[in-house]
């Protein structure tokens, strides 16, 4: 029967491997989910707003984001819904991405800030009719923590 010994090569994997998990854990906490508050019904050319709630987060390193995607980066889908502006609290600097294909309020500085809410601007420029749902649609983004990720629902009619 052969016994396991920890040998000097093991046991600098095994620190490693602890080192790691420590240094993980002094990573920023991903923010909670966001959760859209409206759900407008828009015909085609028609442009409304929706309200985005964005949870409290207490700060650490390096920066947040809160984005809202009518189009995802990279993805060929393209859902017929389009985002213009945002409007962000105080404190926060917002980007619309190229072609309106979606939102972002941003901060930097690892500064803890209050629950607050995105007022988003979405023009239906060739959605279809009915629910239409975009499964990552709504993301929160730490600097050194995890992606969380929600959908988002807009309706659409023909005029």
Known sequence: ?????AGPRRCGWAAALLLAA?????????????RQLDFPVL???ETGQFRVLVPA???????V?????AVMPGSGDDLGYRFPAVSCPEGFKQNVHADDRGVVCHQ?????????TMTVTVRNVE???????QDDGLRSVALYGAVTHAPWFLYGVRP
Do not use: C, I, N, W
């Open 1 to 5: 029967m052969k016994h396991f010994h």
């Open 22 to 34: 420590a240094t993980g854990a002094h990573a920023q906490a991903a923010p909670e989910p966001l």
């Open 43 to 45: 015909a085609r050319g």
């Open 57 to 63: 987060h207490g700060g650490g390193e390096g920066a």
């Open 65 to 69: 984001a809160y984005a809202v995607h």
């Open 108 to 116: 930097s500085g690892g500064l803890p800030h209050p629950a607050f």
């Open 127 to 133: 959605a279809a009719d009915g629910e239409t749902r």
